[in-house]
């Protein structure tokens, strides 16, 4: 009963480095997204997957690169990391976007970022 | 640009106080959904509503869809300290777009 694993919870890492936040749902989800939280901001959609093969940018996308090369899995990679990265990231899986039915947004618990 | 606005963005209120927080879109939605995020915690899925003046109610918490489908609300009855947290709006855009726009979501923090 696992629904969406995210790891690591917790990373700091020094400007200038690169890591990827993996995500992985064995729900079966069609799509699965990324999302940042800051303070005052809400949640902003960096980059979405409606399949396998298939990704696409959200409104945040500078800075980050996603694949989707399995349903299950949707990592999501920090190329070059900067202090105004700094934020907790939640992965998140949905049974399909565009159906009235089955549009819960299942969320993982989050990662804390720290960009020092 | 499309847009819910999430209104108040905190309230505090003492255990027993009734709350409330509204969403107002800019635009006509298909569905709005509601989610709950406890203080270090993830988004919950709460309720979706579809129907325009659909009202939905699930113990202390009634939500309501605007007949224009426009608007959205989520009355808490006699809060407790457990209904801390960040309570989203969600809408979905009608028509081809379907875009989901979020609300910046309202605190709620409860004096015992």
């Known amino acids: 009963n696992a629904g969406v694993t995210q790891t690591p919870k917790f990373q700091v890492l020094k400007t200038g480095q690169s890591m990827t936040l993996q995500c992985a749902q064995d729900m079966n989800h069609e799509y699965m997204s990324w999302y940042r939280q800051d303070p005052g901001m809400g949640l902003r959609l960096i980059h979405y997957?409606?399949?396998?093969?298939?990704?696409d940018q959200g409104e945040v996308p500078n800075g980050y690169n996603v694949s989707r090369s399995t349903t299950e899995d949707f990592p999501l990679r920090l190329l070059s990391a900067a202090p105004s990265q700094t934020s907790v990231y939640f992965c998140?899986?949905?049974?399909?976007?565009?159906?009235?039915?089955?549009?819960?947004?299942?969320f993982g618990e989050g990662s804390w970022l720290t960009v020092v | 640009g499309q847009q819910v606005m999430q209104i108040p963005q905190y309230q505090h209120v003492q255990e027993g106080e009734d709350f409330t927080t509204y969403c107002n879109s800019s635009t006509t939605l298909s569905n709005i959904q509601w989610y709950k995020q406890r203080p270090g915690g993830h988004p919950v899925f709460l309720i979706q509503?579809?129907?325009s003046g659909e009202v939905k109610k699930q113990k202390r918490l009634t939500f309501q869809f605007g007949e224009a489908k426009k608007n959205s609300s989520l009355h808490i009855t006699a809060t407790q300290t457990t209904d801390v947290g960040t309570y989203f709006c969600a809408g979905r855009a009608a028509g081809n777009n379907r875009k989901l726009i979020w609300g910046l979501g309202t605190s709620l923090a409860v004096n015992p």
């Open positions: 997957s409606v399949g396998a093969g298939i990704t």
């Open positions: 509503l579809v129907k």
């Open positions: 998140a899986s949905s049974e399909g976007r565009g159906r009235l039915t089955g549009n819960t947004i299942y």
